[in-house]
């Protein structure tokens, strides 16, 4: 029992290291691109992409369907052919980068997840995101990482542990997406 109520414990600690202030910034970085028709890309790897996934569903479904209006929002983490061409044809580092290439555009906001903060695939999509004028945003865990040094605007979950930080970045989405679901008359 005591190792369920320590996982426990060490899980409120990382909830406790989300900074509101920052993700309501995030909320208001959205509105924006939700009022300008602006398009929101989100990707990452393993557990991370499968939180995009679900992020993306949350905003794109339940969050427009409060506002009335779409959010115009791409989860880069499903198109499979797409990802396997683009990693067999170059490289695995290309594998958001590439779709970036073709859908984004300069006022467009990229969200990534990664609790190492260094995945190759990542920080190359990243990149070249802030090189072509979109606004570019990184959920990281306590290492940190090149994200954490290149995205414009950070959130860092003060843990390593893959598990912890995932379920604290879920839960920065859900605070996004439930933002709009119910502060939205």
């Known amino acids: 029992m005591s190792y369920f109520t ?3 414990a060490q899980q409120k ?9 920052k993700v309501a910034h995030l909320v208001e970085l959205l509105k924006k691109c939700w009022a300008e028709d602006r398009q929101l890309f989100a990707f990452g790897n393993g557990g991370s992409g499968t939180n995009t996934s679900h992020f993306i569903t949350d905003l794109g479904k339940s969050s427009s369907d409060k506002l009335g209006k779409r959010f115009r929002c791409l989860s880069l ?9 683009l990693g067999n044809d170059y ?3 290309d594998v958001f980068a590439g779709q970036l290439q073709n859908y984004g555009r300069p006022g467009d906001l990229v969200l990534t997840m990664s609790v190492s903060g260094s995945s190759p695939n990542l920080v190359k999509a990243i990149q070249w995101a802030k090189d072509n004028g979109l606004t570019t945003i ?5 290492k940190k990482g090149k994200l954490a040094e290149i995205a414009d605007e950070v959130i860092v979950i003060d843990s390593e542990h893959y598990g912890r930080v995932e379920d604290a970045h879920m839960t920065i989405c859900h605070m996004l997406c439930y933002y709009f679901i119910e502060n939205t008359p």
Request: glycine letters at 6%; aromatic letters at 14%.
């Open 77 to 85: 983490n499903e198109n499979v052919a797409w990802i396997t061409a």
């Open 138 to 142: 990184a959920l990281v865990g306590g």
């Open 91 to 93: 490289s695995y580092e």
């Open 6 to 8: 320590e996982y426990l």
């Open 13 to 21: 600690a990382a909830y406790d290291s989300i900074p509101a202030e």
